[in-house]
């Protein structure tokens, strides 16, 4: 490339997209200059994404874009075709997309996914095509290329999918690449390898937009930071500015929303808060540590082995794990994706029977009853999901959802209980009458919490409740969650692959890993001075935000 | 983790494969034994005399001992049990019996209809999936109106009865524009009309279907990944969506099939073709007992067969289908 090594890759100014008369994106202006490393952060419904696919003129057949200038190497592409913005794309900008299951083709081998920038842009014989696939797939890191490329996304686990993705928008080495949450679906461990990665890239001199919702993902990588909200840039300026002297109160809040680093009982939130959320208090006194000697553990789960019949043998999901929670303890538990943190939950909940061991739920061996025995003792346990949505019959309203799970109410008869209820996850009584589908993730979420809650149960088993929330909002549920679990003295099972979220909300902490549990100890112990090597690796792995 | 990784993988995938084949034939070998079965004990429920109908039906007057002659010889006097079994063991032979009314091997007289009959439900076929591949990339993801008419196209057509369809197309085209003869005159010109008669209902139905696979196909993050590579609007259907979009149709073809032969039954005797179904429709008028029992059968092996070649060819289609099949 003849190119000024100062002139920037890419060059906006006054972006503008609208959908229907909306406006989505008002007005970025942005510069990348070869090598350097230029992040958006936001929420989710910032704009963020949308100026990313307009880089491209990906924003959409129904989106109108203007610029006041948008330039690729120095290119003016305001006003391009079709035709033009198909050269531009892959030979001067690469996209990356998060998740690369469904950004993949899962009926093509990955390999012809990669072939197809070859295809499309090069005169290339298909013998050379093949053999640049290999060497891409080698380059971004692929323990076995010549299998990978055969295979189909389905095939390869996040970490590859997401490598074979990268290989895809590399393969014509263009000066510029976009990364839209790049590292979103994956584990640590295989996120600080991507990150990895996306940073030896820019140290040969490719610029690189990096659109992510992580601050702590974006300060490890870039250069400058432009906060996006509602389709503006607010704040703007090198990392080291922008995430250390934040100059507008919604950076200050987006920073403080990290949960990682940050001692228990600290709340996270400090913007947004719903009217009718009391703010809750730090804890001056260290958390009330249970009396261990005397208290009998509300749940316990007794060398518990569950096992899955697999084509090929048997997966042991579970392996002799043992554990217990005490009245007003939270028990957190970390591991990566597939280590079985979920089928403990299951088998916490009695939903899943053990092949060996016992779930003794305050005293009762409640795995060995029957269902119909069990049935009764359900309400004392409560559980939160990730997908909160996929939880509720979707014709339901929120009364009903609530009334439901109450189960001191009559069928049918008004639920007096469901306003408060309501008002103690900080939500107004009116939403009761609204359907799940019509509520924001936050306010899901809340619902079931609430949900959970109805009928005052002693235990909560939260499986991953926040990983699908943005930042901020998971800084307003894990603060409600905290002073809820407190102020009811539940015994809480936490189950995340976030440790720092885990390192905010847990007393005390198991670490999973293939079904087994390789560490436990009090939080600070764990993440302070891990002692098996498979938890020092994730506490290096996992990024954190420096302050 | 402790996941029994299999020393040879691809042995071990072939041993699946075998397996699956196995069961697929021993599926369908059950299915043509109940149909032998089903429509042995079903047809002697049929009011008449199946001597009767040998001696040429109720009006032929034939004698008491002519009738007692005749079923001495086609074993009708024997317990059902006993015939039953009798016609299994021919069966298993290969042997179909002989027509009542045509005094023919029914082995002969349906080999003689089924390449007509076959040939027409293939073309039918072909002629189906271009239709309504056709139809749904061309109404699809092209805006409101495009995808109201595409729609509106699709309802009608897989609503159209086929004697009613086949009606209007004589009408237009042999009576009024007298470009296609209006009976199949055994030429590829008498062709086209049963044809397009039997394709248009099934491209309407799988026309539905298609478009909602790949509607759902251009909305997934791959498309935007595919064009951000370069890939034009016409290529990101060619290679990626046409395929998902494909799937669900290969899945109904067996089904299709089906139906298109019992189409066949209508359309056969409209046009006055040779096929088995006007043939099943003349047997079962004349109470042909062999006969019926043969073209059922027969069309239950091309069943079988069919939904045999569409598993298959799913798999070839969705590699997914054999990955699951490995977990």
């Keep these: 490339m003849t190119i000024d090594p100062d002139s920037p890759v890419l060059d906006v100014a006054d972006l503008r997209v609208a959908f229907g008369g909306t406006d989505v994106v008002r007005g970025v202006s942005l510069r990348i200059s070869p090598g350097e490393c230029v992040a958006i952060v936001g929420e989710s419904g910032s704009g963020k994404s949308v100026t990313a696919r307009a880089l491209l ?11 006041g200038r948008l330039r690729v190497r120095g290119r003016e592409l305001g006003s391009a075709g079709e035709r033009e913005w198909q050269r531009v794309r892959a030979r001067d900008v690469g996209l990356i997309l998060q998740d690369a299951l469904v950004s993949l083709d899962p009926l093509r081998p990955v390999g012809r996914e990669i072939e197809d920038p070859l295809r499309l842009h090069e005169r290339m014989p298909p013998a050379a095509r093949r053999a640049r696939v290999l060497e891409l797939l080698h380059h971004v890191g692929m323990p076995d290329p010549d299998l990978a490329a055969r295979q189909r996304s389905g095939e390869l686990s996040g970490g590859l999918r997401q490598r074979a993705l990268i290989a895809a928008a590399i393969a014509l080495d263009p000066p510029l690449l976009i990364a839209d949450e790049p590292t979103t679906a994956l584990d640590v461990s295989v996120q600080a390898r991507i990150l990895a990665l996306l940073a030896r890239f820019t140290a040969n001199g490719t610029g690189l937009l990096l659109i992510s919702h992580d601050l702590a993902v974006v300060q490890e990588l870039a250069d400058r930071i432009l906060v996006l909200r509602d389709g503006t840039v607010i704040e703007e300026g090198t990392a080291a500015e922008v995430l250390g002297a934040p100059r507008t109160a919604y950076t200050r809040a987006l920073i403080a929303a990290v949960p990682s680093g940050r001692p228990r009982g600290v709340p996270l939130s400090v913007i947004d808060r719903p009217p009718g959320v009391a703010a809750s208090v730090p804890h001056a006194t260290a958390p009330a540590w249970p009396d261990l000697g005397n208290d009998r553990p509300l749940l316990e789960l007794d060398h518990v082995t569950k096992a899955f019949e697999v084509a090929g043998g048997r997966f042991t999901a579970v392996d002799d794990v043992s554990l217990s929670v005490h009245r007003g303890e939270t028990l957190g538990l970390v591991g990566e994706s597939g280590s079985g943190k979920t089928t403990v939950a299951r088998l916490a909940l009695a939903l899943t029977k053990p092949d060996s061991g016992d779930v003794v739920l305050d005293g009762i061996e409640w795995s060995r009853l029957r269902e119909a025995e069990r049935r009764p003792m359900r309400q004392r346990i409560g559980a939160i999901y990730q997908d909160a949505l996929s939880s509720f019959d979707p014709r339901w309203n929120v ?52 949900r959970a809650l109805a009928a005052s149960p002693d235990v909560l088993i939260c499986d991953e409740p926040v990983s699908a929330l943005d930042v901020t909002i998971q800084a307003q549920i894990l603060d409600l969650l905290d002073e809820l679990q407190r102020s009811r003295g539940l015994a809480c099972l936490f189950i995340s692959h976030d440790l720092g979220v885990v390192q905010h909300m847990a007393d005390r902490v198991a670490v999973m890993q293939g079904g087994r549990i390789v560490e436990t100890g009090a939080a600070e112990q764990v993440f302070g001075h891990p002692v098996h090597s498979y938890t020092a690796q994730l506490v290096a792995d996992s990024p954190r935000l420096v302050h | 983790m402790t996941r029994g990784s299999p020393a040879d993988p691809r042995g071990q995938r072939r041993g699946r494969t075998i397996r699956h084949a196995g069961l697929l034939v021993a599926g369908a070998v059950f299915v043509m034994w109940a149909v032998a079965t089903l429509t042995f004990f079903a047809i002697r429920l049929i009011p008449g005399d199946p001597a009767q109908a040998i001696l040429g039906g109720p009006g032929s007057q034939a004698s008491q001992e002519a009738l007692d002659q005749v079923r001495r010889d086609y074993g009708l006097d024997q317990p059902l049990i006993v ?52 139809l749904s990339l061309w109404s699809t993801g ?21 004697f009613w369809l086949a009606a209007v197309l004589i009408a237009i085209f042999s009576s009024g524009l007298g470009w296609l003869p209006p009976v199949a005159t055994g030429t590829a010109a008498g062709l086209v009309l049963p044809v397009v008669t ?90 042909d007992i062999p006969v019926v029992t043969g073209v059922v059968l027969l069309i239950s092996l091309v069943y079988v067969l069919m939904t045999v070649l569409t598993d298959v060819s799913s798999r070839i289609a969705d590699p997914r289908l054999r990955q699951e099949a490995n977990r």
Excluded: C
Excluded at chain 2, 236 to 260: C, D, E, K, Y
């Design chain 1, 57 to 67: 003129g990906l924003a959409g057949s129904n989106a109108r874009t203007s610029s």
């Design chain 1, 399 to 450: 009364g009903r959802i609530l009334a439901d799970a109450m189960s001191s109410v009559e069928r049918g008869a008004p639920a007096p209980g469901v306003a408060a209820l309501l008002e103690q996850v900080g939500l107004a009584a009116s939403v009761a009458n609204r359907r799940p589908l019509t509520l924001s993730g936050g306010q899901r979420q809340r619902v079931a919490i609430a």
């Design chain 2, 142 to 162: 092209r805006g409101r109106i495009a995808t109201a008419v595409g729609e509106g196209i699709e309802l009608t057509a897989a609503a159209l009865p086929h």
């Design chain 2, 198 to 287: 039997l394709a248009v209902p099934l491209a309407g139905f799988l026309a539905q279907v298609m478009r909602e696979s790949l509607l759902d196909a251009m909305q997934q993050p791959f498309v935007v990944s595919a064009q951000a590579r370069g890939e034009s609007t016409t290529g990101v259907r060619l290679r990626h969506t046409v395929r998902h979009a494909a799937l669900p149709g290969i899945s109904l073809s067996g089904w299709a099939l089906g139906w298109l032969l019992s189409g066949a039954v209508v359309v056969e005797t409209i046009f006055a073709m040779p096929g088995l179904g006007r043939t099943l429709l003349q047997a079962v008028t004349l109470r």
């Design chain 2, 83 to 134: 015939q039953y079994l009798a016609m299994l063991g021919r069966l298993l032979t290969g042997d179909l019996g002989t027509s009542y009314a045509l005094k023919v091997p029914v082995a002969d007289l349906l080999g003689a209809q089924l390449g007509g009959t076959l040939l027409l439900a293939l073309l039918s076929l072909v002629l189906a999936w271009i239709l309504a591949l056709g």
